[in-house]
């Protein structure tokens, strides 16, 4: 994603690159005269956020959560989604199911409309073994955007996990 970000503008670049150049804007920013917080103008959370998918691909979730630390502090409350929707993913990764749950129904709070958001809360559900309310929330994916095409898959998956299941249990 972050590779492909500018792409018509800007040449490939590596994921070092990316990174170092996100580095540089949150630095430059930081020494801007932005007062004692660093990360507290308009566009920084976004930066944050886009430094967090960065140590994500790493595979540094403890710095991505820090960076989402940051853009949690300073988005703007409609916009707190974005930070939270990626936490969750990064919690649903970890295993910290509940703890993705919870973070994840937050954003939906924020966004109810936005599809993203109701598709993570399927995806941690699925991981939890919890099909039922899976299929909730992927069915509420499809309602806010219907060719969503990976919650179409997931619930066909969900729907013949359910009917062998079922199966297995009928004398």
Aim: proline share 5%; glycine share 4%; net charge positive.
């Amino acid at each position: 994603v972050l590779q492909n970000l500018g792409k018509d503008q800007y040449p490939q670049q590596s994921l070092e690159q990316i990174g170092t150049r996100i580095a540089k804007v949150l630095e430059k920013a930081s020494t801007a005269g932005l007062g004692m917080y660093p990360y507290q103008n308009q566009t920084s959370w976004v930066l944050s956020s886009m430094a967090a998918l960065y140590w994500r691909v790493k595979g540094q979730g403890k710095k991505a959560i820090d960076c989402l630390r940051q853009a949690l502090h300073y988005a703007p409350h409609q916009m707190k989604d974005v930070p939270l929707i990626s936490l969750a993913n990064i919690l649903h990764n970890a295993k910290l199911w509940n703890d993705a749950v919870i973070v994840a129904t937050m954003a939906v709070e924020i966004a109810p409309h936005f599809a993203v958001n109701h598709f993570t809360l399927g995806n941690v559900y699925v991981a939890m073994e919890e099909f039922e309310k899976a299929l909730v929330w992927y069915e509420s994916t499809l309602k806010l955007q219907p060719e969503f095409v990976p919650a179409k898959n997931r619930i066909q998956t969900i729907q013949c996990h359910l009917m062998l299941k079922k199966g297995r249990r009928s004398p």
